[in-house]
């Protein structure tokens, strides 16, 4: 498969090359190996990205919600049709076995382009009466809103900002990882091919410099950023000089719970799912799996039992379940948080190695006897390492799960129905599970609180954060004027 695209960028309805634009190489996890190279984008194609998403917004408003939506629901069809060679295409971006890919990611973007395109004609205003005159208010469209991605979902990432976005009759401009800049374009052509008018989603490629470039940019209204803290961090601060709306999806240190009356095999399937998918590399990640003491050894013993079943290889087997990091770069990241796990006195139970092949493989990685000050208990390592944590109480356990920076995602095993509630209320994460871990589907608000971000992807919530109320007061009888 040849997966060098037609060019760089997808800006106002077609593929644009500037040669000029720094090189992005595209590498193949699995091997090393260069499979692509693309330029970063320069200063005229940011200009002509935004000034084509600035007219072409004005045009796609204009459309009924219905025409909008339909474009939205045929691009799903699309992809769902091409599902097999967008997952061939998703795992040599990432890296990730194609028997995830072909399951979680242009699935999942064609979920969401479903999803929104059917809520499209739904999104209205509301009429407030008030005696005889009366109000009525207007949902309408911020205009441009520049999307930026991380690299671990660049199919899914791309679709899941594009779709309420131009559900709502906003314009798009986004920017991928440069890690992973493949998929994006492929969800421009579809877009295109299905109807959306040229310059409503664009694609320009970039490091971190272009990402700034757009979020300053005076006819940007929104940025939406899927990123590091780090990286929001500096993307909230430019977009508030221009008081900007932003929605900020972030990082997370996320706890997973699993109370000794809990059902074993599930428990340990929902700490397996929010550990080891994708390599680790999935920021909802419960990474702090606290375990009751009475289930403790239980968990540990059918944990390295089941974690026999890691079949690593080329990603593009679907025997494969379990494919390298993204980079290189990750990769080293990653064992620098399993040496200091080891020097801070966790007990490594499994894993902890590359893998001797090509490609960034590193193995499932299983900590236990971690305590709440380790650093690979605080920090985010995003990688396929698990710290099991002992807990005696639920009070107890509230308040360590709760000590953190981060507040994405929560999960709790128990068989205890009032409690996993209790757990859940208290909780403070954006996303919570009960007794299962990390599904995500459209129909569900995603998102973080406290360092993991604002805003929610997803559900009907996301509508909120692509659109904006315009009040507007009718009189029907007379003006009163003191003078
Ligand atoms: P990153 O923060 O390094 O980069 C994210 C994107 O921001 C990239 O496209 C990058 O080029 C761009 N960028 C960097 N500097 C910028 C700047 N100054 N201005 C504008 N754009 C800039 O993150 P990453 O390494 O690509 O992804 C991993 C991180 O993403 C993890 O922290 C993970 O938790 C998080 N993540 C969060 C979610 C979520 O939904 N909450 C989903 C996936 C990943």
């Avoid at 992809?79 to 699935?107: C, F, I, W």
């Amino acid at each position: 498969m040849n997966v060098q695209p037609t060019a760089s960028h997808f800006v106002d309805g077609r593929y644009v090359e500037d040669t000029a634009g720094e090189i992005i190489t595209v590498i193949y996890p699995a091997t090393g190996e260069v499979i692509a190279t693309l330029h970063s984008a320069t200063p005229a194609i940011v200009d002509q990205a935004l000034t084509a998403a600035k007219r072409a917004q004005r045009e796609w408003a204009a459309w009924t919600a219905t025409a909008r939506g339909r474009v939205l629901r045929r691009a799903a069809d699309i992809m769902r049709a091409r599902n097999h060679d967008l997952s061939v295409l998703e795992t040599y971006d990432t890296g990730k076995p194609y028997q995830e890919t072909s399951v979680a990611d242009a699935t999942s973007g064609a979920d969401a382009l479903e999803y929104f395109g059917g809520l499209a004609a739904t999104i209205t205003g509301e009429h407030i009466q008030l005696g005889d005159d009366f109000v009525y208010t207007r949902r309408e469209p911020l205009g441009v809103c520049v999307g930026i991605g991380a690299w671990n979902y660049p199919t899914q990432i791309a679709c899941w900002k594009a779709s309420p976005a131009l559900a709502c009759g906003n314009a798009m401009v986004f920017k991928p990882s440069e890690t992973t800049p493949l998929c994006a374009l492929k969800v421009a052509e579809i877009l295109h091919e299905a109807g959306a008018p040229a310059g409503v989603y664009n694609v320009i490629q970039g490091y971190g410099a272009v990402g700034a470039a757009l979020v300053t940019d005076p006819r940007v209204d929104k940025v939406s950023l899927t990123g590091s803290v780090p990286t929001g961090r500096k993307v909230y601060a430019a977009a508030a000089e221009g008081i900007r709306h932003v929605t900020m999806e972030l990082g997370g240190k996320s706890p997973l719970v699993i109370f000794d009356d809990a059902d074993l095999e599930n428990a340990v399937s929902g700490a397996i799912l929010g550990n080891f998918y994708s390599s680790g590399q999935v920021c909802s990640n419960g990474t702090r799996v606290f375990v009751q003491s009475g289930i403790k050894p239980a968990f540990l013993k059918r944990l390295t039992e089941r974690l026999a079943g890691v079949k690593m290889g080329d990603p593009q087997d679907p025997d494969v379940n379990f494919g390298p990091m993204v980079s290189a770069h990750q990769r080293d990241l990653v064992e620098g948080f399993i040496a200091q796990g080891i020097a801070e006195g966790a007990t490594l139970v499994t894993g902890g190695k590359r893998v001797d092949r090509a490609g960034f493989f590193l193995e499932p990685t299983v900590f236990a006897d971690v305590t709440d000050d380790m650093t690979i208990a605080r920090e985010e390592i995003f990688g396929p390492v698990m710290s099991v944590l002992d807990f005696q109480t639920e009070q107890e356990v509230l308040a360590r799960a709760n000590d953190t920076i981060y507040g994405l995602a929560a999960g709790v095993f128990t068989a205890d129905l009032t409690r996993a509630h209790r757990m859940v209320a208290g909780f403070e994460a954006g996303t919570c599970y009960i007794n299962t871990y990390n599904l995500a589907p459209v129909e569900a608000p995603f998102g973080g609180s406290k360092l993991s971000g604002v805003g929610r992807e997803n559900s009907k919530a996301a509508i909120e954060h692509y659109s904006q109320i315009k009040g507007v007061y009718v009189a029907m009888g007379d003006v009163e004027a003191p003078f």
